[in-house]
């Protein structure tokens, strides 16, 4: 069976050669499930620029489509219009607008405060060349005040310009059915994709959620962290979790998945081959 959704894949930029080089090994393994493109984060305040801007002419000299992100915090007006005008010689169409976290001890916002404020301008500037993607949050954003304000600002951010939203990663389908039941409720009916965070590594995986505020559920946190070190325990609970996730979320009529793929290939292949997606 094929997938009627589309998939993408997310990478983020390597620091070395090697590092490149393997990337573009997982890329080949990956292509073979036809993704409708590859994403590559982009370090606040620019800080991997030159890593994004080398790993989408990879991708792109592949032949494949690439989604840069761009965020904007901390960054000026005339430095991110030359930043979309080197994506667009690179032949890029689809971009991910953000607005970043300011690295720790940096105080200047810049000329952007929110990734509202992005969209805009980089439809003002550019038209409709680029296809955009914003985040979204089911569970909310950490520094939201609360719910409500966060789906205000994600509507405004949507109706900024941008074609559709990635969401943060969740493992409660609920959290992003009730989201994009007020999104929907607000007017705002544009396809929000499920970013999708395969499980490998407890600690790491903890960590992280703490900090964007995406919540391991008790039962399943308390599973992983009783593994302790036990990693293929872990890798096959989290395969098993994660593949169900998927399943659900397309029989619930998610648009089409988003895999967070850590630069890895073997765990988002198999989440794919569980829930059916074979190669072409
Ligand atoms: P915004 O949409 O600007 O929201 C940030 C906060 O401000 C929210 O709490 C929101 O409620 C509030 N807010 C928004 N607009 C307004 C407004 N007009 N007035 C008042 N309050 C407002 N980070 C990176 O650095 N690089 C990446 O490549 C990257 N990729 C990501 C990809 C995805 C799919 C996701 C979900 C996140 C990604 N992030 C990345 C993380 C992201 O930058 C952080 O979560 C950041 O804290 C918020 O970015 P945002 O674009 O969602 O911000």
Same mark, same amino acid.
């Given at each position: 069976?094929?997938?009627?959704?589309?998939?993408?894949?997310?990478?983020?930029?390597?620091? #070395?050669? =090697?590092?490149?080089?393997?990337?573009?090994?997982?890329?080949?393994?990956?292509? %073979?499930?036809?993704?409708?493109?590859?994403?590559? #984060?982009?370090?606040?305040?620019?800080?991997?620029?030159?890593?994004?801007?080398? #790993?989408?002419?990879?991708?792109?000299?592949?032949?494949?489509?690439?989604?840069?992100?761009?965020?904007?915090?901390?960054? #000026?007006? =005339?430095? &991110? +219009?030359?930043?979309?005008?080197?994506?667009?010689?690179?032949?890029?169409?689809? !971009? %991910?607008?953000?607005?970043?976290?300011?690295?720790?001890?940096?105080?200047?916002?810049?000329?952007?405060?929110?990734?509202?404020?992005?969209?805009?301008?980089?439809?003002?500037?550019?038209?409709?060349?680029?296809?955009? =993607? %914003?985040?979204?949050?089911?569970?909310?954003?950490?520094?939201?005040?609360?719910?409500q304000t966060d789906l205000?600002?994600? &509507?405004?951010?949507?109706?900024?310009?941008?074609?559709?939203?990635?969401?943060?990663?969740?493992?409660?389908?609920?959290?992003?059915?009730?989201?994009?039941?007020s999104c929907v409720k607000?007017?705002?009916?544009?396809?929000?994709?499920?970013?999708?965070?395969?499980?490998?590594?407890?600690?790491?995986?903890?960590?992280?959620?703490?900090?964007?505020?995406? =919540?391991?559920?008790?039962?399943?946190?308390?599973?992983?962290?009783?593994?302790?070190?036990?990693?293929?325990? !872990? +890798?096959?609970?989290?395969?098993?979790?994660?593949?169900?996730?998927?399943?659900?979320?397309?029989?619930?009529?998610?648009?089409?998945?988003?895999?967070?793929?850590?630069?890895?290939?073997?765990?988002?292949?198999?989440?794919?081959?569980?829930?059916?997606?074979?190669?072409?």
């Open positions: 069976m094929n997938l009627q959704q589309p998939i993408s894949f997310e990478f983020f930029p390597t620091k #070395t050669a =090697e590092g490149a080089e393997k990337l573009a090994l997982v890329r080949d393994k990956l292509s %073979v499930l036809n993704p409708l493109y590859y994403s590559v #984060t982009y370090g606040a305040g620019g800080s991997t620029q030159d890593g994004t801007i080398n #790993t989408v002419a990879s991708i792109k000299k592949a032949g494949h489509s690439a989604a840069p992100h761009l965020s904007c915090i901390g960054s #000026t007006r =005339e430095s &991110i +219009k030359s930043i979309l005008d080197l994506f667009i010689n690179q032949g890029v169409d689809r !971009i %991910v607008a953000l607005r970043g976290d300011l690295p720790s001890g940096h105080r200047d916002v810049g000329e952007f405060r929110y990734a509202n404020e992005l969209v805009e301008f980089i439809r003002a500037e550019t038209g409709d060349h680029f296809h955009i =993607e %914003v985040a979204a949050y089911p569970e909310v954003h950490p520094q939201a005040k609360n719910a205000d600002n994600f &509507i405004r951010k949507m109706n900024a310009g941008a074609n559709g939203a990635i969401t943060q990663y969740f493992f409660n389908v609920d959290s992003y059915l009730y989201f994009i039941d607000a007017g705002m009916d544009k396809p929000v994709i499920p970013g999708i965070m395969p499980i490998t590594n407890y600690s790491r995986l903890a960590g992280f959620s703490d900090m964007c505020g995406a =919540e391991i559920p008790r039962w399943l946190a308390k599973r992983l962290e009783g593994y302790g070190d036990d990693i293929d325990s !872990i +890798k096959a609970l989290g395969l098993e979790v994660i593949s169900k996730l998927c399943e659900n979320l397309l029989a619930e009529g998610a648009p089409g998945l988003h895999f967070y793929t850590l630069n890895q290939s073997k765990t988002t292949l198999d989440i794919c081959q569980n829930i059916g997606i074979s190669p072409e």
